[in-house]
């Protein structure tokens, strides 16, 4: 079965560090990747996604995330957060032979003033 | 922008009883499914839809469990007997391509 794994559990960083959110997956086909995030109280949206072509795709609000096929990885990072970034990052993988999204556990990212 | 909604946004019950989650996918859409996320957990899926009929489901989705598409527009989730362990944000989610566009969700809490 498809395993996602978030290597962080929860992140606690101040305004303008960079964030950096890991994760992998165990598939060895095609995939297409996904980040979602989930501000408190709110339905989960799309940040980024890849399909193919460019490994480093740039998605909503600054964020960005490149697929290393090698690593099995698809690693979230952003330069500098802000107090709005606080919010669950969920990282998600389509296989090629399933329609079924596999999530990983999520992120909690807290960002303080 | 179309987007998926979702009725009711929190529907509390008691053990026991039957509950219909609603979502009404985006028009042209032809996957439908449906995931859930227990406080603090992740998000899981239950079961995918195509051409009328359910195409995948997770061992979650038991026999308690069904959905429907009755009219072409809205495509419901039936818990018939709610337990404690059901409650639960139940989120629909439609696609024709790779990426899955969500609802808001229904919080479901079961008393």
């Known amino acids: 079965a498809q395993s996602v794994s978030q290597h962080n559990h929860h992140v606690i960083l101040s305004e303008a560090a960079s964030l950096e959110l890991g994760c992998n997956y165990s598939y060895g086909g095609t995939v297409n990747l996904f980040w979602y995030v989930q501000y408190p109280g709110q339905h989960l949206q799309l940040l980024l996604k890849?399909?193919?072509?460019?490994?480093l795709v740039k998605g909503i609000k600054g964020f960005e995330a490149e697929f290393i096929k090698s690593k099995f990885s698809f690693n979230l990072r952003k330069p500098s957060v802000q107090w709005s970034d606080t919010a669950e990052y969920f990282c998600a993988v389509l296989c090629s032979n399933d329609y079924k999204l596999s999530f990983g556990a999520g992120t909690t990212v807290t960002v303080r003033a | 922008e179309p987007e998926v909604t979702q009725t009711p946004s929190h529907q509390v019950t008691q053990m026991g009883q039957e509950v219909i989650l609603r979502c009404v996918p985006i028009?042209?859409?032809?996957?439908f499914y449906w995931y859930r996320q227990i406080l603090g957990q992740k998000v899981e899926f239950l079961v995918s839809?195509?051409?009328?009929?359910?195409?995948?489901k997770s061992e979650i989705f038991d026999d308690q469990f069904s959905v429907e598409r009755p009219d072409g527009s809205n495509f419901t989730l039936k818990i018939r007997s709610t337990k404690l362990e059901d409650s639960a944000m139940y989120f629909c989610?439609?696609?024709?391509?790779?990426?899955?566009?969500f609802g808001p969700g229904t919080r479901l809490t079961v008393l």
């Open positions: 028009s042209n859409h032809l996957y």
């Open positions: 839809f195509y051409n009328n009929e359910i195409s995948e």
């Open positions: 890849y399909f193919s072509g460019d490994p």
């Open positions: 989610a439609s696609t024709t391509s790779p990426e899955q566009f």
